[in-house]
């Protein structure tokens, strides 16, 4: 099955791609329907960036509102879920002694733009610890829970996170911060086209996500997704046309003939949005590929790939499998140099994948897409079984259950 699939990605053929979840990749007929757009924008930029815009765009947020279980009202489409996320971070009407409940699995690029905005209202972050391993529903949300007080203003949790690849359980801690007016924050870059998501359901109040990365449309196609009761307490980080003075008032009509909330955030002066005009592609390739039969072959190789090293190193995995990314690992390493590994990854066995330090572990994280196969998988074993010196781990581990048998 891979084989055929990896012909229709463009990723190189000498790479041993296992990094999907830094940036995603993106299919040939997807790629295509993207250069098309792009080219339509060229030959005629008054009518594609000026009359046709708002009707285009119509398409995408209407098929990404129903795959997503929202309504287009409640969707801006966006260059990326960390502009979403600044957006909220940025817009919320934070004090001196406020505080900002999340985790110590953030991705780091979001924890800089909660210490800014500390920075500039004196708001205070708290970081809760998420114990490893992750093994209950209850271990999770009782330690977010815990966290909460009565300065506490926001939750910013990932829904997928970045470093330990763990898929939190949120939705119980969401409905606790709803129940005692704290507003939740959800960092969903990982999760579009990851897992089944129901935006509506779930409750956030703000929630941003990639397309780009596992749904595999274009880079530059992300969104941010907002219940209508907030939608009125966002400013857009860039005043454009599509500001107007008017109230945020449901029935509201924008300067471009959607709500403000859409209008206000959507447009930021000249932009590319071919990325987004790609989406409704990206969703026709994936139902015509059967994308959810690669997915279960996907998560089972890489938790398949996790359980051999595992065997090698003798390292506990981070967590119980439903709380692992379906089609992300991070893999425990042996204490190494973590830098040179990568390195060596790449220069001596053309393996891209992301390998470093995270608190006091080393880890290799692990994408598993429609592209991989089962011999890259090999290949990765064998080569951390080189570079690591895992054999010799796994005879010394050997001798000593002897030993103690
Ligand atoms: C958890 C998490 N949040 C946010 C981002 C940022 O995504 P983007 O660069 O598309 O904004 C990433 C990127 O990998 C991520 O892993």
């Not at 209407?62 to 966006?78: H, K, Q, R, S, W």
């Not at 690029?109 to 920075?119: I, M, N, P, S």
């Not at 996170?161 to 939190?168: D, E, G, H, N, V």
Request: charged share 20%; glycine share 6%.
């Amino acid at each position: 099955m891979s084989e055929n699939l990896a012909r229709q990605f463009l990723i190189r053929e000498d790479v041993v791609f296992l990094n999907h979840g830094s940036f995603g990749a993106c299919p040939r007929p997807v790629f295509e329907t993207y250069q098309h757009w792009q080219l339509e924008l060229e030959r005629q930029p008054v009518e594609f960036l000026g009359r046709a815009l708002t009707e285009n765009m119509r398409l995408p947020r209407t098929a990404l509102a129903t795959e997503l279980g929202t309504t287009p009202e409640n969707i801006v489409g966006l260059t990326n879920a960390t502009t979403g996320l600044n957006i909220v971070a940025q817009s919320l009407d934070l004090k001196p002694g406020d505080q900002i409940l999340t985790t110590d699995h953030e991705y780091s690029a979001l924890e800089k733009t909660w210490a800014y905005v500390c920075r500039r209202t004196g708001a205070e972050i708290v970081v809760v610890n998420i114990p490893l391993p992750l093994e209950t529903e209850a271990q999770f949300t009782d330690a977010v829970v815990a966290g909460m007080t009565d300065r506490t203003r926001v939750l910013f949790l990932s829904h997928i996170t970045s470093p330990t690849a763990l898929l939190f359980p949120i939705e119980r801690a969401i409905a606790e911060a709803r129940k005692r007016g704290i507003w939740s924050v959800i960092d969903g870059a990982h999760t579009p086209g990851h897992i089944p998501l129901q935006l509506d359901a779930l409750g956030a109040d703000f929630y941003a996500g990639n397309c780009h990365k596992w749904m595999m449309a274009p880079k530059g196609s992300a969104f941010l997704h907002a219940r209508p009761e907030v939608q009125g307490l966002l400013n857009p980080l860039v005043i454009s046309h599509g500001w107007t003075a008017q109230s945020r008032d449901a029935g509201a009509k924008g300067a471009f003939g959607n709500s403000p909330f859409i209008d206000e955030i959507e447009v930021q002066g000249t932009r590319d949005p071919a990325p987004w005009l790609t989406i409704p592609t990206a969703l026709d390739y994936r139902r015509d590929n059967d994308w959810v039969s690669v997915q279960a072959h996907c998560q089972a190789l890489a938790q398949d790939t996790a359980r051999r090293l595992g065997v090698l190193t003798g390292l506990e995995p981070l967590s119980a499998p439903q709380f692992c990314a379906p089609q992300m690992v991070a893999m425990p390493l042996p204490e190494c140099n973590t830098e040179q590994l990568k390195i060596d990854l790449i220069e001596r066995y053309n393996i891209e994948m992301p390998v470093f330090k995270w608190q006091d572990r080393c880890i290799a994280r692990l994408s598993v897409q429609g592209y991989n196969g089962k011999a890259q998988m090999d290949l990765l074993i064998s080569a951390l079984t080189d570079l690591l010196g895992l054999e010799a781990d796994l005879a010394v581990r050997a001798t000593q259950a002897e030993g103690a048998a």
